[in-house]
Structure formats: structure tokens, C-alpha cells
């Protein structure tokens, strides 16, 4: 099996700065994409940023250049890294990978369980 632990999260002031990680482990043969994504309180879960596996990037419009995703390929870990948050970017942060467990590159989708961020003002 595959899992997906994310770290870093926590309680900051507004404009400050916090970098989540999240590593995955288990029967690994492949990654393809790894992501963030979040969901706030009565909010519809949406996409942070996204980085392929030749490290090609793509960010949420609302990012506006604060966020940078990253990844290590060797460690099958993927990194965010968010500059000037706001309290609008208090939510859950969930990392998803797409993952080939059996080496035939038919990827599946993991979730991890989850970071809290808060951003007080």
C-alpha cells in the first residue's frame, strides 16, 4: 500500500511564512504528478499547486507568486513552501500524488490525511 504523511502545518501571523512537506512511502514503482490541495470550512477542496515529475508547475490563481512547489524525487516527497500568507489561507492542506505501485504506469490518485494551516490576522 501507499501512504502520503504531510507535515508542517500549523498557527501563524499574517504575512508570515510556513513550509509543509509530505513524503510517500510504500510500494512506490513510479510518481507522476504530486500536488496541494485545500479545503476551509464550507469550501469546496481547490487546487494549491501542482508540480510534474519533470518539475513543471502550475499554481491556484489566488497563490498570486506567495507559494513555490517543489519536490525531491529521490525521497518521493513533495514541498510547499508559502510566503505572505494570509488568514484567507487558513484550511486544510492535503498533498496528492499519482502513483504506479505495480511498475505498468497505470497511475492511481493518493490522498494524504491532511495539515492544518491557520493564519491569524
Known amino acids: 500500500q501507499v501512504q502520503l504523511v504531510e507535515s508542517g502545518g500549523g498557527l501563524v501571523q499574517a504575512g508570515g511564512s510556513l513550509r509543509l512537506s509530505c513524503a510517500a512511502s510504500?510500494?512506490?514503482?513510479?510518481?507522476?504528478?504530486m500536488g496541494w490541495y485545500r479545503q476551509a470550512p464550507g469550501k469546496q477542496r481547490e487546487r494549491v499547486a501542482v508540480?510534474?515529475?519533470?518539475?513543471?508547475?502550475n499554481y491556484g490563481d489566488f497563490v498570486l507568486g506567495r507559494f513555490a512547489i517543489s519536490r525531491d524525487n529521490a525521497k518521493n516527497t513533495v514541498y510547499l513552501q508559502m510566503n505572505s500568507l494570509k488568514p484567507e489561507d487558513s484550511a486544510v492542506y492535503y498533498c496528492?500524488?499519482?502513483?504506479?505501485?505495480?511498475?505498468?504506469?497505470?497511475?492511481?490518485?493518493?490522498w494524504g490525511q491532511g495539515t492544518q494551516v491557520t493564519v491569524s490576522s
Open positions: 510504500g510500494s512506490i514503482f513510479n510518481i507522476n504528478d
Open positions: 508540480i510534474t515529475d519533470g518539475g513543471a508547475t
Open positions: 496528492n500524488a499519482a502513483i504506479d505501485t505495480r511498475g505498468s504506469y497505470y497511475f492511481k490518485y493518493y
